[in-house]
């Protein structure tokens, strides 16, 4: 099954950790979009999309000129940043710098106070691919969502641990596709190449 995933463009509110709050996209945020789609070759038989309006205003627009059917899908929505949730990144690295470094080298036994564990969120999206896998089998999907959830599933592509997908890099308007086996449960990457996404200092 191929799953195309775009993720949502600058937003509203300059570099804060947004997570599951609802923000809007930026002009450029918008633009973004729109290039990251040209680099998938498609075609969709249908958008999923997570329900936060930085994804849901694009996936209906995109929708309606393609003339595809839209479902929002609250599975793929982003990750839970808790009490972190519209404050400014630098703000809270400095501030929380063990909590930080700690959580970035081991999301799956740290995360923001109130946040979302690592392990939920893990076992949410991939129990949501896996349920779409069902309801939509033999289609072609586009999942339009947030750089937590294409981190992860690009982790998990690629057999790595946790801690690396802290330290992979899904800029506005990142697009992937993806080949996912329902029977084994295992994801392929035929685009875009590690070189795209994976930071070499």
């Not at 498609?42 to 003339?67: V, Y």
């Not at 294409?150 to 641990?161: Q, V």
Request: charged letters at 20%.
């Amino acid at each position: 099954m191929r799953i195309d995933l775009l993720r949502h463009g600058a937003c509203a509110g300059g570099s804060i950790f947004r997570g599951q709050i609802d923000v809007s996209l930026t002009e450029e945020g918008w633009e973004q979009m729109w290039q990251g789609l040209r680099d998938l070759t498609g075609p969709w038989d249908r958008i999923i999309t997570s329900p936060l309006g930085r994804c849901q205003a694009f996936a209906a627009q995109l929708g309606h000129k393609r003339k595809l059917p839209v479902d929002l899908v609250p599975g793929i929505r982003e990750i839970s940043f808790g009490e972190w949730e519209g404050q400014a990144i630098d703000k809270i690295w400095t501030e929380h710098k063990t909590l930080c470094n700690a959580w970035s080298r081991e999301p799956e036994k740290h995360c923001p106070p109130g946040g979302e564990p690592f392990t939920s969120f893990r076992s949410r999206v991939l129990q949501t691919i896996s349920e779409l896998s069902v309801r939509y089998s033999g289609e072609s999907l586009l999942l339009v969502t947030h750089g937590g959830v294409i981190k992860l599933l690009l982790t998990i592509a690629n057999g790595w641990g946790p801690g690396q997908m802290m330290s992979l890099q899904v800029g506005y308007g990142f697009a992937a596709s993806m080949e996912y086996d329902c029977n084994s449960g295992t994801f392929g990457i035929p685009y875009p190449g590690q070189d795209a996404y994976v930071y070499c200092p």
